[in-house]
């Protein structure tokens, strides 16, 4: 037994409810996380151990507050309440995990719990997303690491956790985080975390959860031998240097980990370019030059669209719509797309379960870039014929051969070559691909 | 693209776990039972923290010491999801020296710690019951200069009536990373607690200068098992003076260089 709650506990709480314990799931450096009944309902409670906090009452009230302002968006697994404090140790209440989430360092570990590319973009996308609001509404997440986010691999979608770090932009929580995911600036100690170093954070997940490997670790960290903490400093710190770094070709990936030489040369150039960007030596030094939560959403959303599955069960990325061999060595067939969408600046290959999103066909702000629009799905009775529907909230004007009608929202409408969607001031064209 | 299924798991250092246990005559019987028992559920609390806790692959290594020494894994540390205890039985002499020097020829990028990525620094755990029967302190005075011990996590149990618990302070290289206990319920306990608080600090990155002490792993350890400080730390105090000049050779010349430099 390590010290903690007993079974059967009840707990007062600050918003004057009982909490009872009921058993342990999981015992981290920090504290101890439960399962509780709390006001009826099954949730879970991190308990603290004693003495984890430099400065334990700037920690209480920035938990306070958190409590107070209530989660950003669903994707938290936000703190809801906290106990009172007993012999110097208290916790907070959330929402359990939910079934089929798992740690993302896991998928780290096993990549293949993804059963696609597009999970793990979706996946990519509500992390940013998540981010997005959390940055608007003022906060920075400030300790992103393996462990703090939740995947459901089926789904895509994402939980995010441990929040009771986050805290107002500029706030020195105390908190610095796991140093492979830390900005260099912090990780030299030159200043505290905000939304910029939580955007290298955020890139550092991204390239893990799509490439499985981490973007700075190459024979530099293999050939270090012993790695401790001056090391880790030049690695992530001081020197870091991109392993996929077009000009600098000294931290090479090294072959005995081969994941991101099999997956980079197969990305969209569209793609390549903003992780070249996010870890170029220029983002690394100047927080300001990150790529901003816009530009992944724009370039992920694009990203999700390309990716289309070969009759071998394959996927391959295609890019503007164009035919792509695949590269699965028994097949080394060519794929090609009988439909494609015109968008203005891009082509996406017209799929099914192709998606397109606001940021797709306007130029917008972030805060309407991820609004759906439009959702490809294949006939029931015959999977390639497509079929368009409106998830957008308004009707669209469709036109086709000179003839005009509306689609309310939620309504579907057989996709046919040179039909032209009218959604508000944007268009999709859909034509036939040569 | 590569199938998911066809990728690989991210690259992760290795993090080395080495048990140096005393098997000696004075364990018989009730102790090396209970070490026994201790160490099955250690390494089963290990293989939790592989999972969950740690940045790292966590390996094992055990290295028991009596009138000779002997590695359990003499091909080198195993993955802690492949390795399995096997009960050890206890005969012979305490000879701490052989063990140092022992440990010494292994820990190092040439012998036990050649895996093909880079690795966090070592945890070290001695446990002993008694007092060496050989000249131990010449034998630290070499290790001393091998960086991985040196810079390792160290920590240390002194079990039993009555074992040289300063001499596990030297080992350690502070009396505040010595856990000293006559009790073997609480040994077993301790043992598999600092277990995974050694590991798991040590197992995640981290950049200070300062490395991760044996006392800190301790003190997560006694926090963790619900012990006091009192209960289980020896009476004195020592404290190594750190070795900073890994440079050097182990001659002893004075010289000391600046270990912290950036290549």
Aim: hydrophobic share 40%; with cysteine; proline share 5%.
């Amino acid at each position: 037994m390590s010290v903690g709650l007993y079974m059967g506990t009840r707990l007062r709480t600050r918003f004057g409810k009982e909490l009872r314990v009921v058993e342990q799931l999981g015992d981290g450096g920090q504290g101890i996380v439960y399962k509780v009944m709390y006001d009826g309902k099954p949730m879970a409670l991190k308990w603290y151990r004693p003495n984890v906090f430099v400065d334990k009452q700037r920690f209480i009230d920035n938990l306070r507050n958190n409590i107070m302002h209530g989660k950003p968006t669903d994707a938290f697994l936000w703190p809801q309440d906290m106990t009172e404090v007993i012999d110097g140790s208290f916790g907070y209440v959330m929402d359990l995990r939910p079934e089929g989430f798992v740690e993302a360092k896991e998928l780290f570990i096993k990549p293949g719990l993804f059963h696609s590319y597009r999970r793990a973009i979706d996946a990519c996308m509500g992390i940013v997303s998540a981010f997005r609001v959390l940055h608007n509404k003022g906060y920075c997440y400030q300790d992103v690491n393996g462990g703090n986010f939740f995947i459901n691999p089926e789904t895509g979608k994402v939980l995010i956790c441990d929040n009771d770090n986050v805290a107002p932009e500029g706030t020195d929580t105390g908190i610095r985080g796991t140093p492979s995911f830390m900005a260099p600036e912090i990780v030299i100690e030159n200043s505290v975390p905000s939304m910029k170093s939580d955007r290298h954070s955020m890139s550092v997940l991204i390239f893990l959860l799509l490439l499985v490997q981490h973007p700075l670790e190459g024979v530099r960290l293999t050939q270090a031998g012993l790695l401790d903490g001056p090391t880790q400093k030049r690695l992530y710190g001081t020197d870091p240097v991109f392993i996929m770094d077009p000009d600098n070709y000294t931290n090479r990936p090294d072959p005995a980990y081969p994941n991101v030489l099999k997956v980079w040369p197969c990305l969209p150039e569209h793609m390549r370019d903003i992780f070249t960007r996010a870890f170029s030596k220029a983002a690394l030094t100047n927080p300001n030059r990150r790529p901003s939560e816009l530009e992944w959403i724009r370039e992920l959303t694009r990203f999700r669209s390309e990716v289309v599955s070969c009759s071998c069960g394959n996927e391959v990325f295609m890019q503007d719509a164009k035919p792509v061999m695949c590269d699965n060595p028994n097949c080394r067939r060519e794929v090609r797309v009988a439909l494609r969408a015109d968008l203005s600046q891009y082509s996406l290959p017209f799929v099914d379960d192709t998606r397109f999103y606001r940021c797709q066909t306007c130029v917008c702000n972030a805060d309407i870039a991820l609004d759906p629009l439009a959702w490809v799905i294949g006939a029931r009775e015959r999977a390639d014929i497509l079929g368009i529907t409106n998830i957008s909230g308004e009707p669209w004007g469709v036109s086709q051969g000179g003839s005009q009608h509306m689609i309310a929202p939620g309504k579907t409408v057989q996709a046919i070559p040179d039909m032209e969607l009218d959604l508000n001031d944007e268009r999709i064209l859909i034509r036939r691909n040569a | 693209m590569p199938y998911r299924n066809d990728l690989g798991a991210v690259m992760r250092p290795d993090l080395h776990v080495f048990y140096v246990l005393d098997t000696s005559g004075s364990m018989q019987n009730k102790p090396i039972g209970v070490l026994n028992r201790a160490m099955d559920e250690t390494v089963d609390a290990l293989k939790q923290v592989a999972a969950h806790h740690s940045d790292a692959n966590v390996k094992i290594a055990v290295l028991e010491f009596n009138s000779t020494c002997r590695w359990i894994n003499p091909a080198g540390p195993e993955y802690v999801d492949d390795f399995f205890w096997q009960d050890l039985a206890a005969a012979g002499r305490t000879e701490v020296g052989a063990a140092l020097r022992e440990l010494d020829s292994k820990l190092s990028r040439n012998a036990f710690l050649n895996s093909m990525s880079s690795a966090y620094l070592p945890v070290i755990i001695f446990m002993t019951d008694g007092f060496a029967t050989d000249d131990y302190e010449h034998e630290l005075n070499r290790i001393l200069h091998n960086k991985w011990f040196a810079k390792a996590t160290r920590v240390g149990f002194a079990i039993g009536r009555n074992p040289d618990t300063e001499m596990i302070a030297k080992l350690v290289g502070s009396s505040e990373a010595v856990i000293r206990t006559d009790d073997l319920g609480v040994f077993a306990r301790l043992l598999r607690f600092v277990s995974v608080s050694a590991s798991t600090l040590s197992g995640n990155s981290h950049t200070t200068d300062e490395e991760v002490s044996g006392s800190a792993a301790v003190k997560m350890a006694r926090d963790m098992a619900g012990v006091s400080r009192e209960e289980v730390s020896p009476s004195f105090t020592y404290e190594e003076t750190p070795f900073r000049d890994f440079n050097s050779d182990s001659s002893g010349t004075g010289f000391t260089w600046d270990s912290t430099r950036v290549f």
